[in-house]
């Protein structure tokens, strides 16, 4: 059973670029999250997809966006980059939407210059 | 607002002993608690979670603790070993949001020899 990875480990970007975040989920896991964390906090929700549909999403504005795939691999797109958009990106698959434990990936460090 | 509250940055406990660490929340629909370990360069991994219709959970060395009227949640690592020096995160749900984490600023723990 292989677990969540996600690609790649670390991206540098220059202000105004667009960026994707790949993200395969667990086996069995229909439901992909992804978090922000910037240096010093705990990760923040972007959104969550749950078979191919978004299902819920944080206070994260419109350039950000996602993709999930039919066999649960998922996308996070980040347009017009700005300079706080640099933090650890974090993928966590759950093998449901509702109270259950997630399982993260090692993350994307994106720095944008 | 910071709905998912660790007030302690860090902890340092000596090897052996008991490491109980602390997280409050405001959200009273948060019925799903949960706390991951996180190395450096590495994403969060699960360690355990607790429900809102019990008070405890064991899985080996750690307990955690939860005291709904308080709105506080401990988790407890006995015996303590080195190898449990990370980061801490507390995070929370809620069924009307699906799996949506809410996390913690997280605790720094060092376990000394």
């Known amino acids: 059973e292989t677990g969540v990875t996600q690609s790649p480990t670390h991206l540098i970007k220059t202000r105004g670029q667009q960026v994707t975040l790949r993200c395969s989920s667990q086996?069995?896991?229909?439901?992909v999250s992804w978090y922000q964390q910037a240096l010093g906090q705990g990760p923040q929700f972007i959104f969550q997809?749950?078979?191919?549909?978004?299902?819920g999403r944080g206070n994260f504005p419109p350039r950000f966006s996602g993709l999930q795939f039919p066999n649960y691999s998922s996308e996070l797109n980040v347009n017009a980059l700005e300079l706080d958009d640099s933090a650890l990106y974090l993928c966590?698959?759950?093998?449901?939407?509702?109270?259950?434990?997630?399982?993260f990936g090692q993350g994307t460090r994106l720095t944008v210059v | 607002d910071q709905q998912v509250k660790q007030n302690s940055p860090s902890l340092s406990v000596q090897e052996g002993r008991i490491s109980i660490l602390n997280c409050d929340y405001t959200?009273?629909?948060?019925?799903?608690f949960l706390w991951y370990k996180k190395y450096p360069a590495e994403g969060p991994t699960f360690l355990i979670s607790?429900?809102?219709?019990?008070d405890k959970n064991e899985d080996g060395r750690f307990t955690v603790f939860l005291n709904k009227s308080a709105k506080h949640l401990s988790l407890h690592i006995v015996p303590s070993q080195p190898g449990d020096s990370a980061v801490y995160f507390c995070?929370?749900?809620?069924?009307?949001?699906?799996?949506?984490?809410?996390f913690g600023t997280g605790t720094r723990l060092q376990v000394t020899l």
């Open positions: 086996s069995g896991h229909n439901t």
């Open positions: 995070a929370a749900s809620a069924f009307s949001t699906a799996s949506k984490l809410t």
């Open positions: 997809y749950y078979r191919e549909e978004e299902n």
């Open positions: 959200n009273s629909m948060f019925d799903y």
């Open positions: 607790i429900s809102s219709i019990k």
């Open positions: 966590a698959s759950s093998p449901g939407q509702v109270n259950t434990e997630a399982f």
